[in-house]
């Protein structure tokens, strides 16, 4: 009877020498995770799974971004940058279960999908010694070519080892292989480095494979699920395919994008039904936008709730920390951060609400900024429910406008203001009748007694 054990193996260890950065392969952003956060949430946690993830000597940082997101991955280090055949063989002490399947899945494909791999583990446990992943790409160069003989696959070969021909094939090896564990040590034991990059390459398991008698199949995907990474063009081009995809799960849920190909979402954007996005507006990490809220064009958010029915932008900047309540409105050229915007309350132009709570309903005149920061430390400004705060006011933190309280145009607040009171707090306006025109007066005189110039 087959095992139902599974482990996968996450190979991270390459250099990713055609990206040129200081900044490993893996860690390099896609939709605002890393790469290897993507393939974790696709391949790490498969019910009672064990997962390990292949590293290089000197990668903690990658070491640690994993096992940050899942506590109980295994690390195994390859010493050698030998090739993905190495790198599964620097794994294979950690395997624990010697009779399941071991899922091998590339760090640099951070399109692939959870179904995907799990219909592959399906197919290995039932049908299959080995299964691969395969696609169709467009523009195959680069990739490793799958050769069959009919509906069975006998080898895939490495572009730089194919012949022209070889070439010309374009169903190719996405990275992902399912194997029996019980096939695997044999499987490691036949491979070498005798090709064209010196490497011992995992792509050989399915020729060595076939020699041995064993079963191999191709499960094949689109190419948007798992084009690789490997230089920036690449990350690009898996950028683009990530946004496409999410935007598509966004409007199957009900979000109205004005122009889809303009708005860009982060993994883990979150909108509810009915909520409209203008042209041209970014979703950094950390957003959840309630339903029927309107987000107009330009603007951007990063760690930010918005909540039903609130307006936001055009041109709206909101920062972390940022807590919009229902049907409140942000109107343009209007930055928040750390702020608690409650319900209904209003900030219509070009305003800096930083560390603060805008009450209920109240209104934030155009021009009004919150003076947070003393060059050492923050201060929050607390403005009560109903407040009226009037245009090109500056609000110095520590300080509470209370609730119902009106601040005149123009003022700099350093003091409290009490509950329904109105504060002033600006040079006081006086008048000199008739001074403009004796002005003008004495200076026209001037000018008539000096004509020549
Ligand atoms: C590899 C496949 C190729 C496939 C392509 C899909 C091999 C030999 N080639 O090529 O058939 O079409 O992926 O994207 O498998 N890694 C290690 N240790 C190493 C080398 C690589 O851990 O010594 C890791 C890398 O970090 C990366 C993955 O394995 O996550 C693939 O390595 P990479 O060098 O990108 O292989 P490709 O040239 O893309
Ligand atoms: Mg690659």
Known sequence: ?????????????????????????????????????????AAGDFDGAATVLVVGPGMDQVAQY??????????????????????????????????????????DTPLVQRE??????????????????????????????VVRDGETVTRIIEHKDASEEVRAIRLCFGGPMAV????????????????????????????HGRAAGLS??????????IQGVNSRADLAAAEAAMQKRLRAAAMAG???????????????TQFGEDVTVGQNV?????CRIAPGATIKAFSHLEGAEIGEGAEVGPFARIRPGTAVGARAKIGNFVETKKAKIEEGAKISHLSYIGDARVGAHANIGAGTITCNYDGYNKFFTDIGAGAFVGSNSSLVAPVKIGDGAYVGSGSV??????????????????????????FRAKNEGIKKASPGE
């Not at 009900?254 to 883990?268: A, E, I, K």
């Open 1 to 41: 009877m087959t095992s139902d054990a599974l482990t996968t193996v996450i190979l991270a260890a390459g250099k990713g020498t055609r990206m040129k950065s200081r900044l490993p392969k893996v860690l390099h952003p896609i939709a605002g995770r890393p790469m290897l956060g993507h393939v974790l949430a």
């Open 66 to 107: 994993a096992t940050g997101i899942h506590p109980g991955l295994r690390i195994a280090i390859q010493e050698q940058q030998a090739g993905t055949g190495d790198a599964v063989r620097s794994a294979s002490a950690q395997i624990p279960d010697k009779d399941g399947v071991v899922l091998v899945v590339f760090g």
């Open 116 to 145: 995907t791999l799990a219909l592959m583990v399906e197919r290995c446990r039932r049908e299959s010694d080995i299964v691969i992943l395969g696609f169709e790409a467009a523009d195959p160069t680069g990739y490793g070519r």
């Open 180 to 207: 029996r564990a019980r096939h695997l040590q044999a499987l490691l034991d036949t491979l070498t480095n005798d090709n064209a990059q010196g490497e011992y390459y995992l792509t050989d398991f399915v020729a």
């Open 216 to 225: 191999c199949s191709v499960t094949i995907c689109p190419e948007s699920d």
């Open 254 to 268: 009900g979000v109205t994008f004005l122009d889809p190909d303009t708005v860009y979402l982060s993994h883990d």
């Open 282 to 286: 970014v979703f950094a990490p950390g």
């Open 413 to 438: 607040v350093t003091k409290d203001v009490s509950g329904d009171a109105l504060a002033v707090a600006r040079g006081k306006q006086m008048e000199k009748p008739g001074w403009a025109a004796g």
